[in-house]
């Protein structure tokens, strides 16, 4: 997908620095771009209504509220219907250890990021899984180590 047209270098700006620290001060932001607050405000608003800013999140580490175990999870699945895709979408949507779930191409329908407290918190999310839908290949992998985390895009 190409960058969207309609977004200058100024809005390029904002958001770069929005996502580093979203905590920043609308006065903070409005200075770093050489704006006043109030045309930096309107930017602001236009993406968020534009959908361009889909929100504002602090983030956690997840070993210091008790989820220091990360799982990895690639289904198969043998039935491609829609019905079977909105079941296992609202199965995913009522687990809250599910942080992501993407549709994959491949050999892999779906990968999951599961975040639990330990494997025994795993193994109950495994079996409210595996009854949710039915499923053709269930892989679990577990992280020892995040190496990188990028959560902000690299705004081109």
Not at 55 to 68: H, I, Q
Not at 92 to 115: C, F, H, K, S, T
Not at 130 to 143: C, D, E, G, Y
Request: glycine share 2%; proline share 6%.
């Amino acid at each position: 997908m190409t960058p969207r047209s309609d977004l200058d270098a100024t809005d390029r700006a904002i958001l770069a620095l929005i996502q580093a620290d979203a905590s920043l001060s609308l006065a903070q932001i409005a200075a770093a771009v050489h704006l006043t607050p109030s045309p930096c405000w309107k930017r602001i608003r236009r993406m968020e209504e534009a959908g361009v800013i889909r929100g504002r999140v602090t983030l956690v580490d997840p070993a210091a509220v008790g989820l220091p175990l990360t799982a990895f999870v690639a289904i198969e699945t043998a039935d491609h219907s829609e019905a079977w895709m909105q079941r296992f979408a609202a199965a995913m949507e009522a687990m809250p250890e599910v942080m992501e779930v993407w549709r994959m191409a491949g050999d892999v329908d779906y990968l999951l990021r599961v975040v639990v407290s330990d494997m025994a918190a795993y193994d109950r999310f495994y079996r409210r899984l595996i009854a949710a839908a039915p499923l053709k290949n269930v892989s679990s992998r577990f992280a020892m180590e995040q190496v990188k985390a990028a959560r902000a895009l690299p705004i081109p």
